[in-house]
C-alpha cells in the first residue's frame, strides 16, 4: 500500500507542476508543446523494456515486443518531429 | 547499491523532464527544453536497459531498432500540413504500448499466481488497459477523419449517447471483474483471467472509436488535446500497474499540459468539453442558411485586391483550415513579402481553434518561413483590427462570424476575431458556402466587405503576381 500512495503523492504533485509550466506557454507554440509532451508519454518504454527483458512465456514477449515497437516511434518520432517543428520557428530578425 | 544508483538516475531524468518542459515554453528556448527531455528519456531508458536484469536481447533490440527507424522515417518525411494526423498517431502509439504493458503485466501476476493479493495494483492495471486502448483506437479515429478517410462531419447512430454509456459502465464492471471484485460469484469465477482480460480491451476499443466518431472535423483540436492528455494518463497507469515513479511523474506532466490545451480549446469556443464530446456539432444543416433570399455580397477581383493591399499602410491576414487545405502558406508569405517591401504593415491574427489542433496555423505559417512575431493570437490581435486598413479572411470562416456577438446563435459567446472592424475586409473563398457550424457569415454581406471567390493558394499566388507588377 506504501508504493500506491507514494505513486500517488508523485502523480499528485507532477500534475500540479505540469498545470504550472504549461499554463503560461504561448499558443505559437501549442503544436510543438503537445508533440513534445506527447513523445514524453512515450516513457512508457520502460515498462515495455521491462516486460521484454524479463518476459517467461512467449505471450508475454509478443505483448511486449510490440509495446516496445509503439513506445519507441512515439518517442523517436515525437522528439523528432518536434525539433523539426521548432527548427521552423523564426523571429523577423532572424530571417 | 545497484538500485539506489538507478533511483538517483531515475530523479535525474525527471528533473530533466521538467526543465525541459519548462524550457519548451518559450520560442528562444524550446528547441533545447525539447532536446532536454530527449535526453532525459535516453537517460531513463539507458538506466532500465543496465538494471532491468535483461535476459533476452535478442527480441528487445529488434523491437527497438523497427521502432526508432519507423518513428525516425515519420518525423522526416511527413509533410507538415499532415502534422495533425502524425501528432494523433503518435499519440495513439503512446497509449497503445501504456495497454500493452499493463496487459503484459497482468499476465505476469497471473502466471506467478499473486494476483489475488493486489487489488489496489489491479484496478491500476484495468485503468492502464482501458485508457490506453481508448487513446488507442480513438486517435486512429481521429487520424482518419484528419486524413479524409473517415467522414469529416460527426457521424452518429441511434442512441449513441446510451450505447456510449452502456459500454462505459460494462466496461468498469470488467475492470472491477479483473480486480478480483465478485470472485467468489460462481460464474465469475469460470472465466479466466485472460478472458477478462480480452473483453475488457475489445471494450476499449470500440468505446474510443465511439467516442471519437460523432466528433466534427472543426473540433478536432479538442480531441488531439484530449487524446494527448488521455496518452500521459495511461503511462501513469501503467507506471502505477508497475510500480515505476518516473512513469507515473511523466506520465502526469503529459496528462495536464494535454488538459490545460484542453480547456484552452474549450474556452476558445465558448464550449464545455461534455458539449464537445457529446453535441455532435456542426454540419448538422448545411440548410441553417435561414434565408434563401439572394443577398447582394460585394465580388472583387485580384486586381482590385492587390491595389488595396499594395496602397494600405496595414493589413493583418486571418488564416484557417481552408489555407492548409489550399496548402497556400508559402504564396501567403512570398505575398507577404512583397507588401513588407513596399513598407505595408503586415502581421496576422490566428484564432487558438484555427485549424485542426492546437497552434495548427502557427506550425504551417512557421513552415513557409513567416517569423513568429508578425502572428498575433485573438487578445493581440482584436485591439488591432479597428486600426487596420485590410483584413484578408483566408479559408477562415467561424471563427470570423459575427452571430457569436449576437444571443440565440449555435456559437454564441465563443470569442472571435472581430474582422469587421477593419477599413475593409476582403474575404477568399471558393463559394458562399457555410463554415463548419453549418452556418452563415454575416460578414460576407456586409458593405465593407469584398469577396475573392478563387482558391486560397491561386488568389495568393496572383495576388503576389499583381503586387509585383504594380512597382
Known sequence: MGELILGLYVFTLATLVGVELIRRVPPTLHTPLMSGANAVSGITILGAVIVVGTAEGPWVTWLGAAAVVLATVNVVGGFLVTDRMLRMFRRDSER | ?471
Not at chain 2, 275 to 293: C, L, P, Q, R
Request: glycine share 10%; charged share 15%.
Open chain 2, 1 to 471: 547499491m545497484a538500485l539506489l544508483a538507478q533511483q538517483l538516475a531515475y530523479i535525474a531524468s525527471a528533473v530533466l523532464f521538467v526543465w525541459g518542459l519548462k524550457r519548451l515554453g518559450s520560442p528562444d528556448t524550446a528547441r533545447s527544453g525539447n532536446a532536454l527531455s530527449a535526453s532525459a528519456m535516453l537517460l531513463a531508458l539507458a538506466t532500465t536497459l543496465i538494471a532491468g536484469e535483461v535476459i533476452s536481447w535478442t527480441v528487445l533490440l529488434v523491437a527497438l531498432a523497427i521502432g526508432s527507424i519507423a518513428g525516425a522515417l515519420l518525423a522526416r518525411l511527413v509533410r507538415m500540413t499532415a502534422m495533425p494526423q502524425l501528432v494523433a498517431v503518435f499519440n495513439g502509439f503512446g497509449g497503445g504500448a501504456s495497454a500493452l504493458v499493463a496487459a503484459a503485466e497482468f499476465l505476469r501476476l497471473e502466471a506467478s499466481g499473486a494476483q489475488g493479493g493486489h487489488p489496489a495494483l489491479l484496478v491500476t492495471i484495468a485503468l492502464g488497459i482501458l485508457v490506453g486502448t481508448v487513446t488507442f483506437t480513438g486517435s486512429f479515429v481521429a487520424f482518419g477523419k484528419l486524413q479524409g478517410l473517415l467522414p469529416g462531419r460527426p457521424v452518429t447512430w441511434p442512441l449513441q449517447r446510451v450505447l456510449s454509456g452502456l459500454l462505459f459502465v460494462s466496461l468498469i464492471v470488467l475492470g472491477a471483474l479483473l480486480a478480483g471484485v465478485g470472485a467468489e460469484l460462481e460464474f465469475v469465477a469460470a472465466l479466466d483471467g485472460w478472458e477478462v482480460l480480452a473483453l475488457l480491451g475489445l471494450g476499449a476499443a470500440l468505446l474510443g472509436i465511439a467516442l471519437v466518431l460523432p466528433i466534427g472535423g472543426a473540433d478536432m483540436p479538442v480531441v488531439v488535446s484530449l487524446l494527448n492528455s488521455y496518452s500521459g494518463l495511461a503511462a501513469a497507469a501503467a507506471g502505477f500497474a508497475i510500480g515505476n515513479p518516473l512513469l507515473i511523474l511523466a506520465g502526469a506532466l503529459v496528462g495536464a499540459a494535454g488538459l490545460i490545451l484542453t480547456r484552452i480549446m474549450c474556452r476558445s469556443m465558448n464550449r464545455s468539453l461534455a458539449n464537445v464530446a457529446f453535441g455532435a456539432f456542426g454540419g448538422a444543416g448545411a440548410t441553417a442558411t435561414a434565408d434563401d433570399g439572394e443577398r447582394p455580397v460585394r465580388r472583387t477581383t485580384t486586381e482590385e485586391t492587390a491595389l488595396l493591399l499594395a496602397y494600405a499602410s496595414s493589413v493583418v491576414v486571418v488564416p484557417g483550415y481552408g489555407l492548409a487545405v489550399a496548402q497556400a502558406q508559402h504564396e501567403t508569405r512570398k505575398l507577404m513579402d512583397l507588401l513588407v517591401e513596399r513598407g505595408v504593415k503586415v502581421s496576422f491574427a490566428i484564432h487558438p481553434v484555427a485549424g485542426r489542433m492546437p497552434g495548427h496555423m502557427n506550425v504551417l505559417l512557421a513552415e513557409a518561413d513567416v517569423p513568429y512575431d508578425r502572428l498575433l493570437d485573438l487578445d493581440e490581435a482584436n485591439p488591432e483590427f479597428s486600426r487596420t486598413d485590410v483584413v484578408v479572411v483566408v479559408g477562415a470562416n467561424d471563427v470570423v462570424n459575427p452571430l457569436a456577438r449576437e444571443a440565440d446563435s449555435p456559437i454564441s459567446g465563443m470569442p472571435i476575431l472581430n474582422v469587421d472592424e477593419a477599413r475593409s475586409v476582403v474575404v477568399i473563398k471558393r463559394s458562399l458556402s457555410p463554415g463548419f457550424a453549418g452556418l452563415d457569415n454575416p460578414l460576407f454581406y456586409l458593405d465593407h466587405t469584398l469577396m475573392l471567390f478563387s482558391d486560397a493558394r491561386e488568389a495568393m499566388a496572383d495576388l503576389a503576381r499583381e503586387v509585383r507588377e504594380l512597382k
